[in-house]
């Protein structure tokens, strides 16, 4: 008789349907907060390193060193944002300019990095560009 009536009781049943249904709804959430933010910081390290890229580039001497100080410049800025040493093995860097030597007055430069996410499904991309200074 007693076990009859503390079956009937209905105090903890809130809970329990919490659990039951609650839950199950947040898990999927709690996953795509996830990956979001993992992609919006590959999103945001690429973006700093080619807009740091491009400035290198353009305040260098000549086009051979201009292209080793921007790639320098991206691997420790890769460094200095979090990034571990294989994930800086998968970017990739290109320069683009409006002639043959691109460190000439008043030409425009453009870098552009791009980083594969960990999973290898998503590709994050930046572009930035800049001028050379008119007095080079």
């Known amino acids: 008789m007693q076990l009859l009536k503390k079956l009937k009781n209905e105090s903890g049943s809130a809970v329990v ?3 039951a249904l609650a ?3 947040f898990v999927p959430v709690i996953i795509f907060l996830s990956q979001f933010a993992a992609l919006s910081n590959d ?3 690429v973006r700093t390193l ?4 491009v400035r290198s580039y353009i ?3 000549n086009d051979l060193s201009a292209t080793l100080n921007a790639r320098n410049t991206m691997k420790t800025g890769a460094r200095e944002l979090g990034l571990k040493e294989e ?3 998968d970017l990739s860097f290109t320069v683009d300019c409006a002639g043959l030597l691109c460190i000439t007055p008043d030409n425009k430069v453009e870098i552009t990095i791009t980083l594969r996410s960990q999973d290898g499904k998503r ?3 930046a572009t930035a ?3 050379v200074s008119p007095w080079v």
């Open 23 to 25: 839950l199950p709804l």
């Open 59 to 61: 305040l260098s001497a």
């Open 129 to 131: 560009r800049e001028t």
């Open 123 to 125: 590709v994050s991309t």
């Open 87 to 89: 994930r800086i093995k």
């Open 50 to 53: 080619a807009r740091e890229s």
């Open 17 to 19: 349907e919490f659990v």
């Open 43 to 45: 999103e945001f390290i």
